[in-house]
């Protein structure tokens, strides 16, 4: 039973860094947060250091300053016993938490297809639709009960990972769990106010930006839009929160694929990846060193936006049907 290996794994040790991929969105961080607050139920000690400055969106969550983002020389002064990384793929994810917990023993928590199994215990489950869904059934075996605190990081991490219950991941499973966090005192229009009610108008611009960008490839069954480097290097940039701009290009009548590129370097290109039903962007995120799941993934293309636009739209291409 994968529940009796992660139990053993946590009652075996006393102190944990819990953390989770670079850039992380609300099932990461939601993940990493209620991973933490369960800990110290246990009584445990538990820090949660993180590769990214820790995204304001999440504000509102209770105790929110327990992100730490890694600092230079951490590795020399941080101790723990074990960790727990939620949401990440591979150990190569979590940036340069990797250096942090090399020494330790380690616990993965992921629901990603393209997970490495790089732990000591890989508690893996790619029919889940977010892994906060899987801490939840932790924190249920652990026997721990919850307050609105914990049901607010958890039902954070569902939301977001399912589109607000919109994508084909949403199981009966997601729904119970929703129903039980917000019996438990999660608030959903506070949560949803926060995460999704409150952007810069510097996001807002961006997002019109975004769609004026949009191209369609493929006999309108692919969608690109994109931000070249010039763009993201402006100053109001820096207030811009772009999660969930890929899916006003997905939304496309027709649109099969939509593919979200930044020139986040002269030469390095970041795609988001989202698919309806019939492309596998795993599959294509791969074929570029990347991953993530059948239906939203990305990858990161050591080239110049226009190379990397060129490559993937040939690519996707190979993957539609034919005619
Ligand atoms: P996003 O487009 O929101 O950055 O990522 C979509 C999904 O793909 C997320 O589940 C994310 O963890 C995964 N993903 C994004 N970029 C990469 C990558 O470079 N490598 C891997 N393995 N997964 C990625
Ligand atoms: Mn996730």
């Given at each position: 039973?994968?529940?009796?290996?992660?139990?053993?794994?946590?009652?075996?040790a006393?102190?944990?860094?819990?953390?989770?991929?670079?850039?992380?969105?609300?099932?990461?961080?939601?993940?990493?947060?209620?991973?933490?607050?369960?800990?110290?139920?246990?009584?445990?000690?538990?820090?949660?250091?993180?590769?990214?400055?820790?995204?304001?969106?999440?504000?509102?969550?209770?105790?929110y300053?327990?992100?730490?983002?890694y600092?230079?020389?951490?590795?020399?002064t941080?101790?723990?016993?074990a960790?727990i990384?939620?949401?990440?793929?591979s150990?190569?994810?979590?940036?340069?938490?990797?250096?942090?917990?090399?020494?330790?023993?380690?616990l993965?928590?992921?629901?990603?297809?393209?997970?490495?199994?790089?732990?000591?215990?890989?508690?893996?489950?790619d029919?889940?639709?977010?892994?906060?869904?899987?801490?939840?059934?932790?924190?249920?075996?652990?026997?721990?009960?919850?307050?609105?605190?914990?049901?607010?990081?958890?039902y954070?991490?569902?939301?977001?990972?399912?589109?607000?219950?919109?994508?084909?991941?949403?199981?009966?499973?997601?729904?119970?769990?929703?129903?039980e966090?917000?019996?438990?005192?999660?608030?959903?229009?506070?949560?949803?106010?926060?995460?999704?009610?409150?952007?810069?108008?510097?996001t807002?611009?961006?997002?019109g930006?975004?769609?004026?960008?949009?191209?369609l490839?493929?006999?309108?069954?692919?969608?690109?839009?994109?931000?070249?480097?010039?763009?993201?290097?402006?100053?109001?940039y820096?207030l811009?929160?772009?999660?969930?701009?890929v899916?006003?290009?997905?939304?496309?009548?027709?649109?099969?694929a939509?593919?979200?590129?930044?020139?986040?370097?002269?030469s390095?290109?970041?795609a988001s990846?989202?698919?309806?039903?019939?492309?596998?962007?795993?599959?294509?995120?791969r074929?570029?060193?990347?991953?993530?799941?059948?239906?939203a993934a990305?990858?990161?293309?050591?080239?110049?936006?226009?190379?990397a636009r060129?490559a993937?739209?040939?690519?996707?291409?190979?993957?539609?049907?034919?005619?």
């Amino acid at each position: 039973m994968p529940l009796d290996a992660v139990r053993q794994f946590i009652e075996g040790a006393d102190s944990f860094i819990v953390s989770t991929h670079v850039n992380p969105d609300g099932d990461g961080i939601g993940s990493a947060m209620a991973m933490k607050w369960a800990l110290l139920k246990l009584g445990k000690r538990a820090e949660i250091i993180i590769d990214a400055t820790p995204p304001d969106t999440f504000h509102f969550f209770a105790n929110y300053s327990w992100l730490t983002p890694y600092a230079e020389g951490m590795e020399h002064t941080a101790s723990a016993g074990a960790a727990i990384i939620v949401d990440c793929p591979s150990a190569e994810r979590t940036g340069r938490v990797a250096r942090v917990v090399s020494g330790a023993r380690t616990l993965i928590i992921d629901h990603h297809i393209s997970n490495e199994r790089y732990g000591d215990v890989n508690y893996l489950d790619d029919s889940a639709a977010s892994s906060a869904e899987m801490v939840y059934r932790i924190i249920k075996h652990l026997g721990v009960p919850l307050d609105s605190d914990c049901a607010e990081y958890i039902y954070s991490g569902v939301i977001v990972d399912t589109g607000r219950f919109r994508f084909s991941n949403t199981t009966p499973e997601t729904l119970r769990t929703a129903a039980e966090l917000v019996a438990a005192g999660a608030h959903p229009a506070k949560v949803s106010e926060g995460i999704f009610y409150s952007n810069t108008v510097e996001t807002t611009r961006a997002l019109g930006a975004f769609i004026g960008s949009i191209r369609l490839h493929h006999g309108g069954l692919v969608a690109t839009a994109e931000f070249n480097y010039e763009y993201l290097r402006r100053p109001e940039y820096k207030l811009v929160n772009h999660e969930g701009f890929v899916n006003h290009a997905l939304a496309i009548r027709g649109v099969e694929a939509a593919m979200f590129l930044r020139e986040v370097e002269r030469s390095v290109t970041r795609a988001s990846l989202r698919s309806k039903t019939i492309v596998d962007v795993n599959a294509l995120a791969r074929s570029f060193g990347g991953g993530g799941h059948a239906r939203a993934a990305g990858c990161t293309i050591e080239t110049p936006l226009d190379q990397a636009r060129a490559a993937l739209i040939a690519r996707v291409g190979e993957m539609l049907p034919k005619g």
